[in-house]
Structure formats: structure tokens, C-alpha cells
């Protein structure tokens, strides 16, 4: 090989997507970091098999190859469902087995000589993920600034709401006039303190150090442990493995606090019960792509609980401001969790079906 091509089949592994040079038979010659990470096993293993074995119905791509290689046609493109490999197979007929998942198939020419096609697999969720954070961005962003300039709209006329009724509580020598003024400041000061809440992530500075996830966890942890000391477990599963990164703890804090509070608001049934249960898990994820910005490596932490699950009427709003899905509620705290994720170049996706909700925060590392 060429350094030239050595250079080109290193390209392929910045690329955020599956790539695999291979032969006209579906021989596999070459594949990208982000294909052996999402098969699970070596490149070396994969490029002892064919891209045929891939598919559940290899017949789509063995066409394509064909078409391709013979120059009739310049590119193909269809749908399929890729197989994981099993660890420490060799390929071949029948070893796909385990995990499905859809792929949009792109095949192309990469010589004239047709010795070389290359095939790119897209996973057909991932596109859809990507499209969703985006308009996600978009409409955090244009929510920040509503909420941000309500909030100050507000804030003036409530101090001269609040002041003018304390003036008057100083005029009144009736006891039941006075309660009337109490109910005015009373409601006033309740008022400011979801203003501040509001403007709380525009407010304070950004201050940032050696954050260690792990710590973090076992901070909100013992928070919600000392709040709900009996019919709770709060459990850990932690990749010991992950670095410490740079960002703003209390914010952190905050954010993976919210969400656990969240949690813990919707299984009150399970908490009476003694059956109610919050999993805190941290992965590494590779070939991260968060907005349109691609990341080599990311945190993954996932916030499981076994409740009823997000109603499906707020589902795909949760994280606006206002919204909540119970009865009092301010509908503050994911979308403070989600701007200070955000802050940090991070996300969080929402996964909710009845008995399993799971809000995963993916934030970039180093």
C-alpha cells in the first residue's frame, strides 16, 4: 500500500459514520474506527470476513457491489438492517447474530478499474438523533431569549408591585386589610424567585476546573439518599476509566440533580411501595457527533428510573421552559439542566416508555 492510500484510509477514521473499502465480492479490505466501534470487535477481525455477512439480507449490497464494479452505475443507495458481530467470530455465513439496527447504504465508486468500492452505512437512527439536537439547539436558543427578556420585563414592575404594597401595609390599621397586602408581597416574592431561577444561567459566571463525574454522582446521590432514606435504592454502575474533564461542578451538580429530583417526583408511587429504583451509569462514547460538531470521545451518563414514564402529551417538549408533567410544578428544572449541559458543548436525550425512563447527558472530553 502506498503511503498515498495510507493517508486516504486514515481520512476514514475522522469520519463519524461507517465506512469500509472492499473488493467487488464484498471481500472487506479496510474499515473506519466508527465501524469497529459500532460492530464491537477489531478491524482486523472484520476484515477477515466479507461486508455481505454484515446485512440480514446481503442481496441489496451484493447487486450494488456488482453494478458498481462493472461501471454501470457510479453510486447505489438503499435500506437495510446491519448484525452485530459476536465477539471473537471470524465471519462468514450464519455468524451475524445479536443486535439489529437500520442502515441507510451508500455504495460508490473509489477507482475506475473497479477493484476498490467503497461502502459508507449510515445509521438511520443517528440521522434522525442529529436532526432532532438540531432543532433541540434552535429552539433552546430562541427559548433562552424569550425567557430572558420575559424575566427582565418582569422583574421591574414586581419591585414596584411589592414596594408599593409595603407602603401601604405601613398605612393600614386593620388586621384583615393587612392580610390582603401580606397576600400581595407573598405572591411578589414567590414571582422574583422564578425570575432569578430564570436568569440564574445567564447570571453566574461559568467557573471551571477538574471535574470528576464520578464525584458528581455521589454528590447528588447522597443528596437524594438523604431526602428519600427508605423505599429508594439509588444504584452505580461507573466506567472507572473515565478522565476528568474540564467544566463548572455546580453546575454539573445542578444539572444531574434536577434531573434525579425529576426522578424521584415521578415515582412516588414506587417509593411507597419500597420497589422504586434511579440507576447512575457512565460509558465513554466515541465518534461522538453533538449539533454539526463531531467529538473523538464523549461522557456518557445515563439517569434510569422505573417510573411511569414522561406523558406522552409532553414528550417532545420536556425540555421547554414551563412545561412540567406534574401538578405544581415549575417546569424549570430540565430546562436548566439541558442550558447547563449546553454550556459545556453537551446535550441531553430523553428515552421514555412506562416502568423505564432514561435521560442520558452527553458531554465532550478531551
Same mark, same amino acid.
Given at each position: 500500500?502506498?503511503?498515498?492510500?495510507?493517508?486516504?484510509?486514515?481520512?476514514? +477514521?475522522?469520519?463519524?459514520?461507517?465506512?469500509?473499502?472492499?473488493?467487488?465480492?464484498?471481500?472487506?479490505? @479496510?474499515?473506519?474506527?466508527?465501524?469497529?466501534?459500532? =460492530?464491537?470487535?477489531?478491524?482486523?477481525?472484520? =476484515?477477515?470476513?466479507?461486508?455481505?455477512?454484515?446485512?440480514?439480507?446481503?442481496?441489496?449490497?451484493?447487486?450494488?457491489?456488482?453494478?458498481?464494479?462493472?461501471?454501470?452505475?457510479?453510486?447505489?443507495?438503499?435500506?437495510?438492517?446491519?448484525?452485530?458481530?459476536?465477539?471473537?467470530?471470524?465471519?462468514?455465513?450464519?455468524?451475524?447474530?445479536?443486535?439489529?439496527?437500520?442502515?441507510?447504504?451508500?455504495?460508490?465508486?473509489?477507482?475506475?478499474?473497479?477493484?476498490?468500492?467503497?461502502?459508507?452505512?449510515?445509521?438511520?437512527?443517528?440521522?434522525?438523533?442529529?436532526?432532532?439536537?438540531?432543532?433541540?439547539?434552535?429552539?433552546?436558543?430562541?427559548?433562552?431569549?424569550?425567557?430572558?427578556?420575559?424575566?427582565?420585563?418582569?422583574?421591574?414592575?414586581? %419591585?414596584?408591585?411589592?414596594?408599593?404594597?409595603? !407602603?401601604?401595609?405601613?398605612?393600614?390599621?386593620?388586621?384583615?386589610?393587612?392580610?390582603?397586602?401580606?397576600?400581595?408581597?407573598?405572591?411578589?416574592?414567590?414571582? $422574583?424567585? !422564578?425570575? +432569578?431561577?430564570?436568569?440564574?444561567?445567564?447570571?453566574?459566571?461559568?467557573?471551571?476546573?477538574?471535574?470528576?463525574?464520578?464525584?458528581?454522582?455521589?454528590?447528588?446521590?447522597?443528596?437524594?439518599?438523604?431526602?428519600?432514606?427508605?423505599?429508594?435504592?439509588?444504584?452505580?454502575?461507573? +466506567?472507572?476509566?473515565?478522565?476528568?474533564?474540564? %467544566?463548572?461542578?455546580?453546575?454539573?451538580?445542578?444539572?444531574?440533580?434536577?434531573?434525579? $429530583?425529576?426522578?424521584?417526583?415521578?415515582? *412516588?408511587?414506587?417509593?411507597?411501595? %419500597?420497589?422504586?429504583?434511579?440507576? !447512575? @451509569?457512565?460509558?465513554?462514547?466515541?465518534?461522538?457527533?453533538? *449539533?454539526?460538531?463531531?467529538?473523538?470521545?464523549?461522557?456518557?451518563?445515563?439517569?434510569?428510573?422505573? *417510573?411511569?414514564?414522561?406523558?406522552?402529551?409532553?414528550?417532545?417538549?420536556?425540555?421547554?421552559? !414551563?412545561?412540567?408533567?406534574?401538578?405544581?410544578?415549575?417546569?424549570?428544572?430540565?430546562?436548566?439542566?439541558?442550558?447547563?449541559?449546553?454550556?459545556?458543548?453537551?446535550?441531553?436525550?430523553? +428515552?421514555?416508555?412506562?416502568?423505564?425512563?432514561?435521560?442520558?447527558?452527553?458531554?465532550?472530553?478531551?
Amino acid at each position: 500500500m502506498s503511503p498515498a492510500d495510507r493517508d486516504g484510509f486514515e481520512a476514514f +477514521d475522522h469520519l463519524a459514520t461507517m465506512v469500509a473499502v472492499v473488493s467487488p465480492e464484498g471481500r472487506c479490505l @479496510r474499515v473506519n474506527a466508527t465501524l469497529e466501534d459500532m =460492530m464491537g470487535v477489531s478491524r482486523r477481525t472484520l =476484515m477477515r470476513g466479507s461486508v455481505l455477512d454484515w446485512l440480514a439480507d446481503p442481496t441489496p449490497l451484493r447487486e450494488a457491489l456488482r453494478l458498481v464494479a462493472d461501471n454501470e452505475v457510479a453510486s447505489g443507495r438503499f435500506d437495510a438492517v446491519m448484525r452485530r458481530l459476536p465477539l471473537g467470530s471470524l465471519g462468514g455465513p450464519g455468524a451475524m447474530t445479536g443486535h439489529e439496527w437500520p442502515v441507510h447504504v451508500i455504495v460508490s465508486q473509489m477507482d475506475h478499474q473497479g477493484e476498490r468500492v467503497l461502502v459508507e452505512l449510515i445509521e438511520i437512527e443517528q440521522q434522525t438523533r442529529h436532526d432532532r439536537e438540531e432543532r433541540t439547539q434552535v429552539q433552546s436558543q430562541a427559548n433562552k431569549e424569550l425567557v430572558r427578556n420575559l424575566a427582565h420585563e418582569i422583574k421591574n414592575p414586581l %419591585g414596584g408591585i411589592r414596594g408599593a404594597a409595603q !407602603l401601604l401595609q405601613m398605612e393600614l390599621s386593620s388586621r384583615e386589610l393587612t392580610e390582603y397586602t401580606q397576600v400581595i408581597i407573598h405572591e411578589a416574592d414567590r414571582l $422574583q424567585a !422564578l425570575v +432569578d431561577r430564570l436568569l440564574a444561567p445567564h447570571r453566574r459566571p461559568h467557573v471551571v476546573s477538574d471535574v470528576n463525574i464520578h464525584e458528581i454522582c455521589e454528590r447528588v446521590r447522597s443528596l437524594i439518599l438523604a431526602e428519600y432514606p427508605r423505599g429508594l435504592v439509588v444504584e452505580r454502575d461507573y +466506567d472507572a476509566s473515565l478522565p476528568e474533564f474540564r %467544566g463548572d461542578r455546580e453546575q454539573l451538580i445542578q444539572a444531574v440533580l434536577n434531573i434525579a $429530583q425529576n426522578a424521584t417526583q415521578a415515582l *412516588g408511587d414506587q417509593i411507597e411501595r %419500597g420497589d422504586a429504583r434511579i440507576v !447512575l @451509569r457512565t460509558r465513554v462514547a466515541r465518534q461522538v457527533t453533538i *449539533g454539526r460538531q463531531r467529538w473523538r470521545l464523549a461522557l456518557e451518563l445515563h439517569i434510569q428510573d422505573n *417510573g411511569p414514564g414522561v406523558p406522552e402529551a409532553i414528550r417532545d417538549r420536556i425540555f421547554h421552559p !414551563l412545561i412540567s408533567g406534574r401538578e405544581g410544578g415549575s417546569g424549570l428544572g430540565l430546562t436548566l439542566a439541558q442550558t447547563f449541559v449546553q454550556q459545556h458543548q453537551g446535550t441531553i436525550e430523553c +428515552d421514555s416508555v412506562p416502568g423505564r425512563t432514561v435521560f442520558k447527558l452527553l458531554i465532550p472530553l478531551p
